[in-house]
């Protein structure tokens, strides 16, 4: 069974420490929600997991499999089945979608037989799937997209790129109900055994349409609470107050 272990994780940018003890396990077939208040740390749990070179491990352990990736390239952790949904997806100017997504593949899958023909007619189902129209394959990767088209580009990579491990960082902001019903849909379509999901959000809304397993509740960089889904209907109804007082 794949599994991703976080140990007595801690991570710092600048100097300043934003993780002080994060400690969860997933395995594949496995949903998890990582909630907490604003200025907790789950984005940042997300970019040190990808290994955003902004971020300064400074104690605990990342392993994939068993095998440690705090020392690996944000490049070997994508390899190794790894993948980051962006909060806030960056524009690449001048780099077509299609070729960015085809060179990823190809980096992340060097054995696959797949041609380039077969990846494009999959690309352009999935852009279908997602609600974005053919005309995305030949513009520049989220250059001039809308906060909602550039999440739904984000769950575009995750169908094209096959990660074993999702990361969702606040993936249901900036999408409106129908969107969001969407990409719930194609979220739960990719899961399967093989597969191991981490949410992260502040509040309960995509949770309404994928129900996780498990919860884990951030509150200054440390894990505080930790059980099923219960949990997030509970701060749906009474916030995180009853959380840093427990």
Same mark, same amino acid.
């Given at each position: 069974m794949t599994?991703?272990e976080?140990?007595?994780?801690?991570?710092?940018i600048?100097g300043k @420490?934003?993780?002080? *003890?994060? /400690?969860?396990t997933?395995?594949?077939?496995?949903?998890? +929600?990582l909630?907490?208040?604003n200025g907790?740390?789950?984005s940042?749990?997300?970019?040190v997991?990808?290994?955003?070179?902004?971020y300064?491990?400074?104690?605990? /352990?990342?392993?994939? *499999?068993?095998?440690?990736?705090?020392?690996?390239?944000?490049e070997? !952790?994508?390899?190794a089945?790894? &993948?980051?949904?962006?909060?806030?997806?960056?524009a690449v @100017?001048?780099v077509?979608?299609?070729?960015?997504?085809?060179?990823a593949?190809?980096q992340?899958?060097p *054995?696959?037989?797949?041609?380039?023909q077969d990846?494009?007619?999959?690309l352009? !189902?999935?852009?279908?799937?997602v609600?974005?129209?053919?005309t &995305?394959?030949?513009?520049?990767?989220n250059?001039?997209?809308s906060?909602g088209? !550039?999440?739904?580009?984000?769950i575009?990579?995750?169908m094209?790129?096959k990660?074993?491990f999702?990361?969702?960082?606040e993936?249901?902001?900036?999408l409106?109900?129908?969107a969001?019903?969407?990409?719930?849909?194609?979220?739960?379509?990719y899961?399967?055994?093989?597969?191991?999901?981490l =949410?992260?959000?502040?509040? @309960?809304? =995509?949770?309404?349409?994928i #129900?996780p397993?498990?919860?884990?509740?951030?509150?200054?960089?440390?894990?505080?609470?930790?059980?099923g889904n219960?949990i997030?209907?509970?701060?749906? #109804?009474?916030g995180?107050?009853?959380i !840093?007082? +427990?």
């Amino acid at each position: 069974m794949t599994t991703l272990e976080v140990k007595n994780l801690a991570a710092s940018i600048n100097g300043k @420490q934003i993780l002080k *003890d994060v /400690s969860f396990t997933m395995h594949g077939g496995e949903i998890h +929600a990582l909630m907490g208040p604003n200025g907790a740390g789950k984005s940042t749990l997300g970019y040190v997991l990808i290994g955003h070179p902004d971020y300064v491990v400074t104690h605990g /352990s990342i392993k994939l *499999d068993g095998v440690e990736l705090v020392d690996k390239l944000p490049e070997e !952790r994508a390899k190794a089945g790894l &993948f980051l949904a962006y909060q806030t997806p960056v524009a690449v @100017q001048g780099v077509k979608l299609s070729t960015f997504l085809r060179m990823a593949y190809n980096q992340l899958h060097p *054995d696959s037989k797949m041609k380039i023909q077969d990846f494009y007619d999959e690309l352009k !189902r999935n852009l279908n799937k997602v609600g974005l129209d053919e005309t &995305f394959m030949s513009r520049s990767v989220n250059e001039g997209f809308s906060g909602g088209e !550039r999440k739904r580009v984000e769950i575009l990579q995750m169908m094209m790129l096959k990660p074993r491990f999702v990361i969702l960082d606040e993936i249901d902001s900036g999408l409106d109900v129908d969107a969001l019903k969407m990409v719930a849909e194609e979220i739960k379509k990719y899961f399967s055994d093989q597969v191991g999901f981490l =949410i992260i959000t502040h509040y @309960q809304r =995509i949770l309404k349409n994928i #129900e996780p397993g498990f919860v884990h509740i951030l509150v200054d960089g440390k894990v505080v609470m930790e059980g099923g889904n219960d949990i997030s209907l509970r701060i749906e #109804e009474d916030g995180y107050d009853w959380i !840093r007082g +427990a």
